[in-house]
T-cell receptor, first 114, second 116 residues
Framework: EAGVVQSPRYKIIEKKQPVAFWCNPI?????LYWYLQNLGQGPELLIR????????DSQLPKDRFSAERLKGVDSTLKIQPAELGDSAVYLC???FGTGPYEQYFGPGTRLTVT | AQTVTQSQPEMSVQEAETVTLSCTYD???????LFWYKQPPSRQMILVIR??????QNATENRFSVNFQKAAKSFSLKISDSQLGDTAMYFC?????????????FGTGTRLTIIP
């Protein structure tokens, strides 16, 4: 069974530039999560999808961050414009359903903003 | 809001020894779930073990076991017969399954190094 796929694995951009991250969840997983992991910290939820609906985006900075999950499968997280403080690892995870189901994590995208 | 505290930023033990990682949490809920996740260097995070708060019996998974003390809001992870492959960041996480709150709240992690 293929795991959660994320691309790119690494991205270096200059501040004020746009950037996008892509995630392909495990087949059959209806719930998809985007997390932000700062250096030395645990992941923090940015947004959670149930199929194509964003059911929890309360922690997503909507002035510069956006996300979509068209057709309820793949998802894209975008930052525009990027700031120095956005340098972090962006993790995608998926699960069979919401609640106490195991979340399967992707390898993450490490973003460096210079 | 729930909080998760891991007070040991780093730990190291000799291979084959037993090590215990600490985690405390704060919640007003009675029904919830607790998890330990492992994040090896440059690899993705994987679930180690899960505990339902309504179960009094401590969860075990092979060499991994937990000591769940609900009244004390404590959830420690014990790794027996530690192996080099156990070297990783370990995150304690809390989940409130009530509608609208189904998200994992993670602690800051403990970096565990197994010494050959």
């Amino acid at each position: 069974e293929a795991g959660v796929v994320q691309s790119p694995r690494y991205k270096i951009i200059e501040k004020k530039q746009p950037v996008a991250f892509w995630c392909n969840p495990i087949s059959g997983h209806n719930t998809l999560y985007w997390y932000l992991q700062n250096l030395g910290q645990g992941p923090e939820l940015l947004i959670r999808y149930e199929n194509e609906e964003a059911v929890d985006d309360s922690q997503l900075p909507k002035d510069r961050f956006s996300a979509e999950r068209l057709k309820g499968v793949d998802s894209t997280l975008k930052i525009q414009p990027a700031e120095l403080g956005d340098s972090a690892v962006y993790l995608c995870a998926s699960s069979f359903g919401t609640g106490p189901y195991e979340q399967y994590f992707g390898p993450g995208t490490r973003l460096t903003v210079t | 809001a729930q909080t998760v505290t891991q007070s040991q930023p780093e730990m190291s033990v000799q291979e084959a020894e037993t090590v215990t990682l600490s985690c405390t949490y704060d919640t007003s809920e009675s029904n919830y779930y607790l998890f330990w996740y492992k994040q090896p260097p440059s690899r993705q995070m994987i679930l180690v073990i899960r505990q339902e708060a309504y179960k009094q019996q401590n969860a075990t998974e092979n060499r991994f076991s937990v000591n769940f003390q609900k009244a004390a809001k404590s959830f420690s992870l014990k790794i027996s017969d530690s192996q080099l492959g156990d070297t990783a960041m370990y995150f304690c996480a809390f989940l409130d399954p009530n509608f609208g709150n189904e998200k994992l709240t993670f602690g800051t992690g403990t970096r565990l190094t197994i010494i050959p």
